[in-house]
T-cell receptor
Framework: AQSVAQPEDQVNVAEGNPLTVKCTYS??????LFWYVQYPNRGLQFLLK??????LVKGSYGFEAEFNKSQTSFHLKKPSALVSDSALYFC?????????????FGKGTKLSVIP | KAGVTQTPRYLIKTRGQQVTLSCSPI?????VSWYQQTPGQGLQFLFE???????NKGNFPGRFSGRQFSNSRSEMNVSTLELGDSALYLC????????????????????FGAGSRLTVL
């Protein structure tokens, strides 16, 4: 079975400061990892993905994430937070090579950027 | 390029009724997946359709069903509604699904619609 843990329900950060949203995963086989963001009353928007290749992936709106196989982590980062980054962030994993064709999501982390 | 369109956006039903939700994927996308989002359980996978065939199914009772048409539009149906079925139902489309091998930046990416919020009274 595959699973995702987002250990923080909420992260507060001051505008202009760096932000990190944590994610660890468990999966059989090689993981495909994703970050999505959800604004109130909206669907999920894709931010970035790791499939293979460089461990550091860059995505939309200045976000990046680092795949760490030994720590089974895929933390989301941004060097300088904006108030408009305030939203609900979801980490997700799948492993098609192991026969999984569905995304398993974490519980989500609410990010609040304080002006 | 139009995004994923879900209808209706909001609906209210009573226990025992049934409901049908519709999803129109991005043009050219052949895979449609459905997810249920609730405050308690988070996002849970319901099923995936690819070229009119159900390819994957999550752990939901048989009251939850779906289908996909030849134009890739999909519907999901929930029969004998229960209070616990109140949720945001999200549809997502992609070219080939999560296992897609297409070598472009959008491969393996699900594009979600805004959702259909179902309230069961």
């Amino acid at each position: 079975a595959q699973s995702v843990a987002q250990p923080e329900d909420q992260v507060n950060v001051a505008e202009g400061n760096p932000l990190t949203v944590k994610c660890t995963y468990s999966v059989s086989g090689n993981p495909y990892l994703f970050w999505y963001v959800q604004y109130p009353n909206r669907g999920l928007q894709f931010l970035l993905k790791y499939i293979t290749g460089d461990n550091l992936v860059k995505g939309s709106y200045g976000f990046e994430a680092e795949f760490n196989k030994s720590q089974t982590s895929f933390h989301l980062k941004k060097p300088s937070a904006l108030v408009s980054d305030s939203a609900l962030y979801f980490c997700a994993v799948t492993a098609p090579g192991a026969g999984s064709y569905q995304l398993t999501f974490g519980k989500g982390t609410k990010l609040s950027v304080i002006p | 390029k139009a995004g994923v369109t879900q209808t209706p956006r909001y609906l209210i039903k009573t226990r025992g009724q049934q409901v049908t939700l519709s999803c129109s994927p991005i043009s050219g996308h052949r895979s449609v997946s459905w997810y249920q989002q609730t405050p308690g359980q988070g996002l849970q996978f319901l099923f995936e359709y690819f070229s009119e065939t159900q390819r994957n199914k999550g752990n939901f009772p048989g009251r939850f069903s779906g289908r996909q048409f030849s134009n890739s539009r999909s519907e999901m149906n929930v029969s004998t509604l229960e209070l616990g079925d109140s949720a945001l139902y999200l549809c997502a489309s992609s070219l080939e699904g999560l296992a897609g091998t297409t070598k472009f930046s959008g491969a393996n990416v699900l594009t979600f619609g805004a959702g259909s919020r179902l309230t069961v009274l």
